[in-house]
């Protein structure tokens, strides 16, 4: 059984003040899940963008404000947020410090199936993510 040392992992492009760091990597015998810890700045966040799969969000310090279909909730420590699959979802830490967060998704990749309604998919994803700027189930 692996073990992973978080403070060991390498840190993933990805955005301007948001860090994350894969858990879940090539090699550690995983086949269909993956898992990331991040920390995620004051104003930093993902734009409006939904995945083919569902995600579960951890906030472990901190708060961020996320927008999940037509909802907007502030969350803060000891929450996780549920975001069924094609739900278009983004969210900011408002501050007033970094929010540590979790995040899970039942498949390997999450990000080869994720199209961006807003913004531009993380440093690390570009040309694998879908830019679409409109909702899902539009027709465009």
């Known amino acids: 059984m692996p073990i992973v040392d978080h403070r060991s992992l390498p840190e993933k492009p990805w955005r301007p003040n948001y860090r994350i760091y894969d858990i879940t990597r090539d090699g550690d015998g995983t086949t269909s899940s993956s898992v990331s810890w991040s920390l995620v700045g004051v104003g930093a966040g993902a734009p409006l963008h939904y995945h ?37 979802h983004g969210f900011t830490n408002p501050g007033p410090g970094t929010a540590r967060i979790i995040a899970f998704f039942p498949v390997k990749d999450p990000f080869l199936g994720t199209t961006y309604l807003e913004g531009q998919p993380p440093i690390s994803h570009q040309g694998r993510s879908k830019v679409r700027h409109n909702s899902p189930g539009s027709g465009s």
């Open 52 to 88: 083919e799969a569902e995600e579960f969000i951890v906030v472990q310090e901190g708060s961020l404000e996320f927008r999940v279909g037509s909802e907007t909730h502030r969350v803060g420590p000891e929450h996780t947020v549920v975001i069924p699959a094609r739900t278009p």
